[in-house]
């Protein structure tokens, strides 16, 4: 790891166990910027954030320069606190229902932030954490069809969004440049942008594909056991 020693910067969640500390300790301030100076707690809030930008530099670094290194000692990075804390941070800017617990960010935010992750973090770390069942809901579509949609609890939100940011660095290394969807930093319009200048550099072939009802179609048991 090499970033525990940082001033401001707890190794791990500090968890109010006492019935009296029902609400928990403050928060993390995800809002503040300690470059600007925007009150106390910013130059935790900032080191906090280096230090998970300097954990995703090193993945990438290491995948991007060891083509066929094998990471097997991934799963100690997810309860991290600045992993956990950005992986809130990111699935409360996305908002979204409440899962099958009925759980939703006013609930976290009553009960106390920081207490709420520092469970989570004990629950990954001592491997007592388990996934909770999936709230089935359908949207209506276009074409008059329904779309099913599966909603997670925010816990299992957190944790997905926390394995994807320790996992994207590794794979963005072996993505081509070529390829726009879902990678952090890329969207379609540059993707229309990429396909216009290689149409003016004389290359007018453009196949448009698209795969039909992919996920609502795709053999889920088969894919479990691959």
């Not at 290194?69 to 979204?96: P, T």
């Not at 954490?129 to 809901?137: A, E, G, L, S």
């Amino acid at each position: 790891e090499g970033q525990a020693g940082l001033r401001g910067v707890t190794e791990r969640f500090v968890v109010p166990l006492k019935p009296g500390n029902a609400g928990g300790g403050k928060g993390p301030q995800f809002k503040t910027d300690a470059r600007r100076g925007e009150g106390p707690g910013d130059w935790a809030t900032y080191q906090l954030r280096r230090v998970f930008r300097n954990c995703r530099m090193a993945l990438h670094a290491k995948a991007k320069a060891e083509t066929g290194y094998r990471f097997y000692a991934l799963y100690d990075k997810i309860s991290r606190e600045d992993i956990l804390v950005h992986a809130y941070a990111q699935c409360r800017s996305n908002k979204g229902a409440p899962g099958v617990d009925g759980q939703d960010f006013a609930d976290i935010d009553a009960y106390g932030v920081q207490r709420w992750l520092g469970e989570l973090a004990l629950a990954l770390r001592q491997q007592t954490y388990r996934p909770d069942p999936i709230r089935r809901v359908f949207i209506p579509k276009a074409n008059g069809k329904l779309r099913p949609l599966g909603i997670s609890t925010l816990r299992d939100r957190v944790c997905m969004t926390a394995a994807m940011l320790v996992l994207e660095p590794i794979f963005e290394a072996d993505l081509p440049d070529e390829q726009y969807a879902y990678r952090p930093g890329r969207n379609a319009q540059q993707a229309v942008i990429d396909v216009e200048e290689t149409l003016f550099r004389g290359r007018p072939e453009v196949v448009d594909a698209d795969l039909a009802d992919y996920f609502g179609s795709i053999p889920h048991a088969e894919l479990m056991l691959s």
